[in-house]
Structures are given as structure tokens and as C-alpha cells.
């Protein structure tokens, strides 16, 4: 598996819901330093206003970049977050199953 699908892959977690991939986990870290750093600059060292002006200038670009890391993430297979993940999901669905066929034979569940 390249680096770019192990990154972009999204990721399902032990009841086998879609959580984000870890591109989009890591791009909230990089973008807030970045444009924390960019907006030092222009703030002159106030801290009220770097905070300000980062967090205005960090929403949209972070909704931009969630939005093309989820364009580019539809194009791979979803991989779980854990070994033990990926386990507990089959094993819930497989109880499931049963529950379901021990229902449909008219088994009770005492």
C-alpha cells in the first residue's frame, strides 16, 4: 500500500462507522502552526490578535482542505484504525447474524 492511500484512506473504527483518515486528522495541526506562524507576522507579537486572526484566517481554509482531503479520500477502500478494530467489527456483525437466524428459527434469547 503506497503512503498517499494509507493517509487518504478513511478509517472505520470497532462499530464500523467512517471516521476521518489520518490526512485529515494531521491537517489540523499543520494548518493552525502555519497559519499561526503567518499570522505572527502580521499581528507584531500581539497575542489577542494572532489568536483572532489565526483562528479567522485557519476556518475556511481547514473547511477547504477537509473538503478536497474528502474528494480525494472517496477514491480508496476504507481501512480500519486497529487490528482490534477491524476484529471487534467482524465479531459484532457475526453475533448480529446469529441473533437475526436464532430470531427467524424462533428461538428465545433465554
Known amino acids: 500500500m503506497s503512503w498517499v492511500a494509507s493517509a487518504f484512506a478513511p478509517r472505520r473504527d470497532h462499530k ?3 471516521t ?3 490526512a485529515a486528522r494531521w491537517f489540523l495541526p499543520v494548518c493552525m502552526v502555519l497559519v499561526g506562524g503567518w ?6 507579537g500581539n497575542l489577542f490578535m494572532w ?4 483562528v479567522m484566517v485557519a476556518t475556511p481554509v481547514l473547511s477547504l482542505g477537509w473538503y478536497l482531503i474528502g474528494l480525494i479520500s472517496t477514491r ?5 484504525i486497529l487490528e482490534k478494530a477491524e ?5 459484532r456483525i457475526e453475533r448480529k447474524k446469529n441473533r437475526k437466524s436464532a430470531r427467524m428459527n424462533g428461538e428465545s434469547r433465554i
Open 20 to 22: 476521518p483518515s489520518y
Open 87 to 91: 476484529t471487534a467489527h467482524k465479531a
Open 51 to 54: 489568536s483572532a486572526l489565526t
Open 16 to 18: 464500523g462507522m467512517s
Open 39 to 44: 499570522a505572527w507576522g502580521l499581528t507584531e
Open 76 to 80: 480508496f477502500e476504507p481501512l480500519y
